[in-house]
């Protein structure tokens, strides 16, 4: 039941941090934010650790794997996108960026992880990202029309997340097959505030007003995305191909602009619809099964 219900699960999960960062920013730093936002959940799962008896690494280098995959799948890769949006990356732009991320990880993994993708995953892959290219094609083509002055490093800094993403999803898979996954997330949190606790202290004043929206901002950030969303990640990895769990990166911009339709009623285009449809086609084949794996 729970592999069927978690690919759903965890797009839903993940996309809300789009939606909570919208909230937040009006509420807080983006990194101290964030900073925040590790630390309690690296306490909050740790309790759950306590609760539970979860087992924890038998050597000082499977807890350092643990710690370092968390600096690059939680520190480096959020503290980079909420930089890059919070300096001026639209969100189209940002979006296209994080649709390489599944492209480079299926590649990636074939070359280092020797993860073999049939002809049908290359081609969900492709279809993936042509799918989000279409969908903010409205956003690209205003962008063209306004330029990128000034915004060259953030948008380094945002290739540079999804960079550290894509890694941090290879070293998981490569590193951390084995041992328990709440005492993994816990490990990781502290791996994610080595980064964002130095960036905060350097970059930003610290801000965070403690107003209600912003309390309740944290809180949906730390026990649905960073416990939920994260854990149903960490769970998708070990379950299978880095690569399928990565195309489901592909539904994350669909899936906020509907949500976004919604909540702030911003519209829903012809191409977000058509582009939306093409994604979810991409999905399904990188992640349906061969004909010689179904019962």
């Given amino acids: 039941?729970?592999?069927?219900?978690?690919?759903?699960?965890?797009?839903?999960?993940w996309s809300t941090g789009w939606i909570v960062a919208k909230y937040a920013v009006?509420?807080?730093?983006?990194?101290?934010?964030l900073a925040v936002r590790h630390a309690f959940a690296a306490l909050a799962v740790f309790i759950v650790c306590l609760i539970v008896g979860a087992r924890w690494p038998t050597s000082w280098q499977k807890a350092g794997q643990a710690v370092l995959?968390?600096?690059?799948?939680?520190?480096?890769?959020?503290?980079?996108?909420?930089?890059?949006i919070g300096h001026g990356v639209p969100a189209g732009l940002s979006g296209i960026i994080a649709g390489l991320q599944p492209l480079l990880t299926g590649f990636a993994a074939a070359l280092v992880l020797k993860e073999r993708l049939g002809p049908i995953q290359k081609l969900g892959l492709l279809l993936g990202f042509a799918g989000i290219a279409i969908a903010i094609s409205p956003q690209l083509f205003d962008l063209a029309n306004h330029g990128l002055q000034g915004l060259a490093f953030p948008v380094?800094?945002?290739?540079?997340?999804?960079?550290?993403a894509t890694y941090g999803t290879l070293y998981q898979k490569r590193h951390l097959q084995q041992g328990d996954l709440l005492s993994i997330a816990t490990l990781q949190y502290v791996g994610a505030l080595t980064v964002t606790v130095p960036l905060a202290l350097g970059l930003e004043t610290l801000r965070f007003d403690f107003t209600l929206p912003a309390i309740l901002a944290m809180a949906w950030s730390v026990i649905g995305i960073s416990m939920g969303a994260v854990g149903l990640l960490l769970y998708l990895i070990r379950r299978g191909q880095v690569s399928r769990a990565a195309s489901l990166i592909y539904l994350m911009p669909p899936v906020v602009a509907i949500e976004a339709a919604f909540l702030f009623g911003e519209p829903l285009t012809l191409p977000m619809i058509v582009g939306t449809v093409i994604v979810v086609g991409g999905v399904y084949l990188v992640n349906r099964k061969p004909a010689e794996q179904k019962t």
């Fill in 1 to 13: 039941m729970l592999d069927r219900l978690a690919p759903a699960l965890f797009v839903f999960l």
């Fill in 69 to 84: 995959s968390g600096v690059f799948l939680h520190g480096l890769y959020l503290a980079g996108v909420w930089y890059a």
């Fill in 26 to 33: 009006a509420h807080a730093d983006p990194i101290t934010f």
């Fill in 156 to 164: 380094l800094v945002n290739l540079v997340a999804m960079g550290s």
